[in-house]
């Protein structure tokens, strides 16, 4: 299993862009790397997933370097709602390794943004 | 649409009482994934099914625990004997498929406190 290392916490201010770090020093060929978002009392939402390089949707970017050992969430401009914990999930493919599909998350890294 | 639902959203029980803690998946998902999220805890897979059959269970942390899918979509998770450290939050979810690319759609969980 690919473990995952995040912080734990961050602080922030409304407006300022934030940069979430991961390692998976172990990740897999076959891994994908994803990222969560998590508010209290609710399920994990989907944020955006990665491959390899460089990742943008709507809401983040995600860059993930070269040897994939760690991946970067980015959030431009966060707000007061973006205070949450972010979850860095990396994950086995089940057809390639015959193995199930095995999902480790990390300890989450809680977000903080004050105005 | 209708997302992921769970049930009961809050179960109280006793040392040693039985429980059973159901997932209703996005209709036409083919793979549902169970996790329990302790307090101030990372997500931690239990096991994953795929259609009906469960390829990998072993995230379950002890024999105490069991899960089944029938015809493709519910799923129930059953904890016997319950234990205090068994408190946590229980999330499922779902995916279109198995691998791990796809997106997978949480529910808001289920909060088991063991007294």
């Known amino acids: 299993l690919a473990k995952t290392t995040q912080p734990i916490s961050m602080d922030s201010y409304e407006g300022q862009e934030v940069n979430i770090t991961c390692s998976h020093n172990n990740i897999a060929t076959n891994d994908y790397i994803t990222w969560y978002q998590q508010f209290p009392s609710q399920g994990p939402r989907f944020i955006i997933q990665g491959y390899k390089t460089k990742v943008t949707n709507e809401v983040a970017s995600l860059f993930i370097p070269a040897d994939r050992k760690s991946s970067t969430l980015s959030l431009p401009r966060v707000s007061l709602s973006d205070t949450a914990v972010y979850y860095c999930?990396?994950?086995?493919?089940?057809?390639?390794?015959?193995?199930?599909?095995?999902?480790?998350f990390g300890t989450g890294t809680q977000l903080k943004v004050e105005l | 649409g209708a997302g992921v639902s769970q049930s009961p959203s809050n179960k109280v029980t006793e040392k040693g009482k039985d429980v059973e803690l159901r997932c209703d998946p996005i209709?036409?998902?083919?793979?549902l994934y169970w996790y329990r999220q302790s307090l101030g805890q990372g997500l931690e897979f239990l096991i994953y099914f795929q259609g009906n059959s469960a390829p990998d269970k072993s995230g379950l942390p002890s024999d105490r625990f069991s899960a089944e899918r029938t015809g493709g979509s519910v799923s129930t998770l059953t904890i016997q004997r319950t234990q205090q450290e068994d408190s946590a939050v229980y999330l499922c979810?779902?995916?279109?498929?198995?691998?791990?690319?796809?997106?997978?759609?949480f529910g808001p969980g289920t909060r088991l406190t063991v007294l």
């Open positions: 209709s036409g998902h083919t793979a």
């Open positions: 979810a779902s995916g279109r498929d198995r691998l791990s690319t796809d997106t997978q759609y």
């Open positions: 999930l990396v994950g086995d493919s089940y057809i390639l390794t015959g193995g199930g599909n095995k999902l480790t």
